[in-house]
């Protein structure tokens, strides 16, 4: 890495780059389920299946229910709750190379595992298997996730940090978006197996972009000479600094977590809605480009946010107004029949807003120091939401082979219904934090003009009373008016 020089620009871009990459095989292969639910539901054999048409009215697969189904994303949510938390508080005080490490070697172990359990079909153990395979998964991807933020937090705070937020969703998102539009085709082509064990490649493809990643990450320290304040920032970090957390920390994590439970377990779910309520047929693949529209969306959107939210701010009036456009969604999808692209669509815009105005929020709110802490209870917090919604939703909705159409769309409205409940409840605790917010400086709402006003009044108060004002605070692009100390209280002399 000696050709590539941490001060300049550009260096930061590459190291985005290859953080980027960290998570476009796990979020591929995280709603791989999503696509192939009518394979993963399907009867285990199609012996005695009848013939319409040249087509079989019976779908060859795993036989889960929809208990089990929908169990495979909460146990992901679940040990992502657990982990993150300790994940983060081990970031902070290890380092991103232990952290990128560990956890990128968790997503790809447990892709593998889940593969293996699909091979076991028919068999007591399948489900176990391929439960333990989505449970390293879990226990894996969020944390990783956290690193990257930390990573980016650390190489664009003051800088493009909404933007570089934006992008690294957007290769998320396109990982998300690829596997709508061909794991299905790939599986009515290549089978089951070999799609499973393709998702397990593209994990590969991200432990690899860890390896550079961390090399970058490290070397770009020393080179910049921080190597010594990174070390001591990580000694600070103690368990109970999260009591020192403000209130519009704990605002934005409730507002993260009831948002993210009305999108993320209905796109689980969506490709099986969408078939059952519009009548398409269980071998098409369109019900899964439907769904996948919310994240075609986000794909477009999210590097375009990042750019617009660094410029004018109204993070927090961005959250709150996303939460309140987001309500119609499921409300179109409960009670009409208006086409779903227009819903996954919307759902999509709205959610991208929502992600590009959260999230970075965080870094705003919390020391440097506590990040990687912040963003894993974060994660912890919306985890718990997403995994219980999950199993509501697989509680809702029971055994489909058990039920007329009648019943089963009845059980959809009230699935809807349940997801319009949670982002009700977003725009309840988006007001709350726009209120704290106000009170304490509109740190959120600030554009960058007025940031760096309030930064440079301060600035200038500390030179008045003769303080030496702290290096990262002089050289700071964009400094952090929240983050700052009170008048009179940097670097005294004494």
Known sequence: MAILHASEPYYRFVVLFFNCMLTFGTYF?????????????????????????????????????????????????????VVVIGAGFLIDKLGNPVGLFIFSSLCLSGSCIFALGASLKGTPAMFPVMLFGRLLFGSGNGSLTIVQNRITAFWFKNKELAFAFGITLTFSRLGSVLNFFFTKEFEDAMGLMW???????????GFLAAIVTSIMDTSG??????????KENSKKVRPRDILEFTLPYWLLALSIMFFYNGVFPFVADASDFIQQK???????????????????????LSPFLGVLIDQFGMRGILALTCAIATLPVFGLLAFTTVFPLVSTLWLGVTYSFAAASLWPSIPLVVSQSTVGT?????????????????????????????????????????TMIYLFANIGACVVT?????????????????????????????????????????????????????????????????
């Open 430 to 494: 988006t007001i709350l934090l726009n209120i704290a917010d106000s009170r304490r400086g509109r740190v959120l709402n600030q554009s960058k003009n007025q940031r760096l006003a309030v930064a440079h009044q301060r600035l200038q108060e500390e030179i008045d009373d003769g303080n030496e004002p702290i290096t990262d605070y002089v050289d700071s692009f964009e400094p952090d008016p929240l983050l700052i100390p009170p008048r009179g209280t940097i670097n005294r002399k004494i």
């Open 29 to 81: 292969c995280f709603d791989m389920p999503s696509v192939l639910q009518g394979v993963f539901q399907g009867n285990i054999t199609c012996v005695n299946a009848s013939q319409h048409s040249n087509e079989s009215d019976c779908e060859e697969g795993l036989g889960m229910s929809y208990v089990q189904y929908n169990l495979l994303y909460a146990i992901y949510a679940w040990t992502n709750a």
């Open 195 to 205: 799609t499973l064990w393709g998702g397990a490649i593209l994990c590969l493809t």
């Open 221 to 230: 320290v020393k080179q910049l000479g921080m190597e010594d304040e990174v």
């Open 374 to 414: 912040a963003m894993g209870i974060t994660t912890s917090i919306q985890m718990v939401g997403i995994g219980i919604s999950n199993v509501v939703i697989g509680a809702i909705l029971g055994d489909a082979n058990k039920q007329t159409t009648e019943e089963t769309l009845h059980k959809w409205t009230l």
């Open 278 to 300: 519009y009548g398409y047929s269980s071998k098409s693949p369109v019900p899964a480009y439907l769904a996948g529209a919310v994240y075609d969306a986000s794909l477009v």
